[in-house]
């Protein structure tokens, strides 16, 4: 089964400064996406950043990127210059595309969450 | 485009009493989901569906808990008889392809007293 794991349950970071989110996965499968969502306090589940697995580039989207180690299977999150705004809940998740035996294509499945307080 | 459209919003209801969610994904999407959120533990995945056939309902709780998609435009979550650990949000979800990005609704707030 495939599990992603979020050590931090909180962190926090000064306005401006830079935070990494870190995000473990556990998986036997080749072909698969990461993403990391972020849900701030109206609940709304926003998309921040994905990263397929076939490419070996690190997505990046704009002060958000990601450090992706395939053979570690750790996806980590990195937002730069933070923001008040930042302050949310951040999911990792871990989607398959096919699997062996066929079951669970498409499945994504979410770590734990991480809460992020940015400070003024 | 709407976006993922979930109803209620917040729903209070009564242990014993049937509740049911529903869920309009966005129009073309082929994949929809069911999320539960609890403080407890966080999301979990309830079912998912592909081209209305579910598949993998191993999240689903127990017997008290149901899921149907009739059509490609309509999901129902349904909890008969409701008990207070369901209190939760739910979350619908919904994608093109199974690699790609999932759109959330905005949840729906569940209080079981």
């Known amino acids: 089964a495939q599990t992603v794991t979020q050590s931090q349950p909180e962190m926090s970071v000064q306005e401006a400064e830079t935070v990494t989110l870190s995000c473990t996965y556990d998986t036997s499968e080749s072909d698969y996406y990461l993403f990391w969502y972020k849900q701030p306090p109206s609940r709304q589940m926003i998309l921040v950043i994905r990263?397929?697995?076939?490419?070996?580039q690190n997505a990046t989207e704009n002060r958000f990127s990601v450090n992706f180690q395939k053979a570690a299977k750790s996806f980590s999150l990195k937002i730069s210059d933070s923001q008040l705004g930042d302050a949310a809940m951040y999911f990792c998740?871990?989607?398959?595309?096919?699997?062996?035996?066929?079951?669970?294509?498409?499945?994504?499945?979410f770590g734990q969450g991480t809460i992020l307080t940015v400070h003024p | 485009d709407a976006g993922v459209i979930q109803s209620p919003r917040h729903e209070v209801t009564e242990m014993g009493q049937e509740v049911t969610l529903r869920c309009k994904p966005i129009s073309g999407h082929d994949y929809l989901f069911w999320y539960r959120q609890t403080m407890m533990r966080g999301l979990e995945l309830l079912i998912y569906?592909?081209?209305?056939?579910?598949?993998?309902d191993s999240g689903m709780p127990e017997d008290r808990f149901s899921a149907k998609m009739p059509n490609a435009s309509f999901s129902t979550l349904k909890i008969q008889p409701s008990e207070p650990r369901d209190s939760a949000v739910y979350f619908c979800?919904?994608?093109?392809?199974?690699?790609?990005?999932?759109?959330f609704g905005a949840g729906s707030r569940l209080t079981v007293l």
């Open positions: 979800a919904s994608s093109w392809g199974g690699a790609n990005v999932l759109t």
């Open positions: 990263q397929e697995a076939y490419k070996q």
């Open positions: 569906f592909n081209n209305n056939v579910p598949i993998d």
């Open positions: 998740a871990y989607r398959i595309l096919f699997n062996a035996g066929g079951t669970s294509y498409g499945k994504l499945t």
